[in-house]
T-cell receptor, first 116, second 115 residues
Framework: EAGVAQSPRYKIIEKRQSVAFWCNPI?????LYWYQQILGQGPKLLIQ????????DSQLPKDRFSAERLKGVDSTLKIQPAKLEDSAVYLC??????????????FGPGTRLTVL | AQKVTQAQTEISVVEKEDVTLDCVYE???????LFWYKQPPSGELVFLIR??????QNEISGRYSWNFQKSTSSFNFTITASQVVDSAVYFC????????????FGEGTQLTVNP
């Protein structure tokens, strides 16, 4: 069974530029998550989708971050404009279940973003 | 509010030593789940175990074992006879019934196993 796929794996941009990350979850998983992991810290949830609807985006900086999951499968996370403090690894995860207690979340390899 | 504390930032051991990674959690929820994930240098978080709050039985899987004690709000992870391939960052995480399926992670413990 294929795991969670993410691209690109690495991205370097200048501050104030825009960037987008792509995630394809495990086949059949209804729930998709985006996490931000700053160096030396644990991952922090940015947004959670169930199918193509947003379940939780309370920690998403909505002035610059946006995400969509239009067809309930793959998802895109965008940052516009990027700031230096956005340098982090962006992890995508997916799970079968729709809500608590959700099935275990399985993570992709992440996208390492460096903002110069 | 939920919180996970991994007090050990870094641990270094020599191959074949046993090592225990500590995890202490805080939650007001009666029902919750605890997790351990491994993050090797490649960056992907690898699921290791999921435990619910009503199951305090210790679990063993090969060289890995977990000790869950509700009385001390701890969920510790022991690797027996460590190997170089165990070198990674290990995260403990909590999912409570009032947080939906949001995982709250600890800060992680960097384990280095030297040959």
């Amino acid at each position: 069974e294929a795991g969670v796929a993410q691209s690109p794996r690495y991205k370097i941009i200048e501050k104030r530029q825009s960037v987008a990350f792509w995630c394809n979850p495990i086949s059949g998983h209804a729930t998709l998550y985006w996490y931000q992991q700053i160096l030396g810290q644990g991952p922090k949830l940015l947004i959670q989708f169930q199918n193509n609807g947003v379940v939780d985006d309370s920690q998403l900086p909505k002035d610059r971050f946006s995400a969509e999951r239009l067809k309930g499968v793959d998802s895109t996370l965008k940052i516009q404009p990027a700031k230096l403090e956005d340098s982090a690894v962006y992890l995508c995860a997916s799970s079968l279940g729709p809500s608590y207690p959700a099935d275990t979340q399985y993570f992709g390899p992440g996208t390492r973003l460096t903002v110069l | 509010a939920q919180k996970v504390t991994q007090a050990q930032t870094e641990i270094s051991v020599v191959e074949k030593e046993d090592v225990t990674l500590d995890c202490v959690y805080e939650t007001r929820d009666t029902t919750y789940y605890l997790f351990w994930y491994k993050q090797p240098p490649s960056g992907e978080l690898v699921f290791l175990i999921r435990r619910n709050s009503f199951d305090e039985q210790n679990e063993i899987s090969g060289r890995y074992s977990w000790n869950f004690q509700k009385s001390t709000s701890s969920f510790n992870f022991t690797i027996t006879a460590s190997q170089v391939v165990d070198s990674a960052v290990y995260f403990c995480a909590l999912e409570g019934e009032t947080s939906g399926s949001r995982l709250t992670f600890g800060e992680g413990t960097q384990l280095t196993v030297n040959p």
